[in-house]
Structures are given as C-alpha cells and as structure tokens.
C-alpha cells in the first residue's frame, strides 16, 4: 500500500533561518503528491501541490520537488518566519481514492 | 465559496450520551472524509463517501461510530454511547476527483470532542 515518511519533529529554527522538512513516499505508479499546514485551532489546508515528477510546487516561499528517483517530496523555505510556526504534513493521492498523510512535523520558529 | 462548515465547534460531553458531529462539503465536491486527530495517534481517516455514498469504513473504531450522508450538502458522524477514549479533534474535508484519484482536500475547522 501507499504510505509516507517525514522527518520527526519539533523542528526549532531562529527566523529567517533556512527550512528543510524531508518527506519520502512509497505508492505504486505516479502519485499527486502535496504539502498541507496546519495553525493551531484549525484544521489542516493546502500548501502546495505537484502531480507529476520534476514538478515543482510553490506557495508563500514555500517550496517542494516532487522528485521520482529519489521517491521524495522534501519541503523547503529560504527564511522562515514566527508566523510559519505550524505542524506541516506530507500527503499523496494515487492508486485508490484514499489520501495517505504522513505523521506531520511540528514547526517552532523563534524571533 | 463559505468552505467546509463543521458544527457544533467545541462539544462538551459525560460518558454514555450521544453525540451527533456534522458537515456541509463545498458544493459540487462529490468525495467527503472524516478524520480524527489525536496527539497519540495522529490523523487518522474514519471513512470516505463518493456521492453520497460510503465507500471505505474500515477506520471507524466500533460499532459506537456511524456516519451518513443523506444528501451532497449535509453529512453526520453519530458517536453512541461516548466513551472518555473518543475525545478527540474530529475533522470533516471534501475534494474532487481528479485523473482517477482525489485531489486537494479541503478542510473544515474541524470540532473538539471532549468526552468526561
């Protein structure tokens, strides 16, 4: 079956520091693969999105590759800000009609 | 469009009353989930529907869990009787289909049972 791997976390970053999130997946044929966020008290929301490899999704400095060589997904920001403090969860769709999320990584930005 | 609606947004409950969670999909999406997050167990899909129809309830725990879909706009998830283990953020989402699979699910707010 379908299933994906990310990094444990907290990851804890100083602002503008560099962000790597690291996503992997294992699916038969060519899944969709996607990033959702999830703030405190509300529920999870689309990111950022590929569909085929070498896509590269991007929302809000956020980006990923969807990279079938490597079957990985890993997400990346440049500068993160206090505001990015979120928990980030790693998905794919294909194969059936039921989405696999990963465990999700908590994100903890300071000023 | 308003999104998905989940109502009641917080649900206080005692143990062995019935609880009735409910959801509005965006119009026109034709999959709807429901998903419980927990911090021990993470997010975990309850079941799915497909024009109204459940397709996949191997996730709902037991017999206590059942969900119906009367109509593409409405959509509850009954819990009776409520057991202290059922506290939980239960989250509702809808998506299209898209090249024979879904696409991007849309999240509800989601509601915060919390069985005593």
């Known amino acids: 079956g379908n299933s994906v791997t990310q990094m444990e976390g907290p990851v804890t970053l100083s602002e503008e520091a560099f962000l790597t999130i690291n996503c992997t997946y294992t699916?038969?044929?060519?899944?969709?693969l996607f990033w959702y966020v999830q703030y405190p008290g509300e529920g999870l929301q689309l990111l950022l999105k590929?569909?085929?490899?070498?896509d590269k999704g991007s929302n809000k400095g956020f980006e990923a590759t969807y990279r079938k060589e490597t079957t990985s997904f890993h997400l990346e920001k440049g500068s993160v800000q206090v505001s990015d403090s979120a928990v980030y969860f790693c998905?794919?769709?294909?194969?059936?009609?039921?989405?696999?999320f990963g465990r999700g990584t908590s994100l903890i930005v300071h000023p | 469009d308003a999104g998905v609606i989940q109502s009641p947004r917080h649900e206080v409950t005692e143990m062995g009353q019935e609880v009735t969670l409910r959801c509005k999909p965006i119009?026109?999406?034709?999959?709807l989930f429901w998903y419980r997050q927990t911090m021990m167990r993470g997010l975990e899909l309850l079941i799915y529907?497909?024009?109204?129809?459940?397709?996949?309830d191997s996730g709902m725990p037991e017999d206590r869990f059942s969900a119906k879909m009367p109509n593409a706009s409405f959509s509850t998830l009954k819990i009776q009787p409520s057991e202290p283990r059922d506290s939980a953020v239960y989250f509702c989402?809808?998506?299209?289909?898209?090249?024979?699979?879904?696409?991007?699910?849309?999240f509800g707010p989601g509601t915060r049972l919390t069985v005593l």
């Open positions: 998905a794919l769709t294909g194969g059936s009609y039921i989405p696999t």
């Open positions: 119009s026109g999406h034709d999959y």
């Open positions: 590929a569909t085929k490899a070498d």
């Open positions: 989402a809808s998506s299209l289909r898209a090249s024979g699979r879904t696409d991007t699910q849309y």
């Open positions: 529907f497909n024009n109204n129809v459940p397709i996949d």
């Open positions: 699916a038969t044929g060519y899944p969709s």
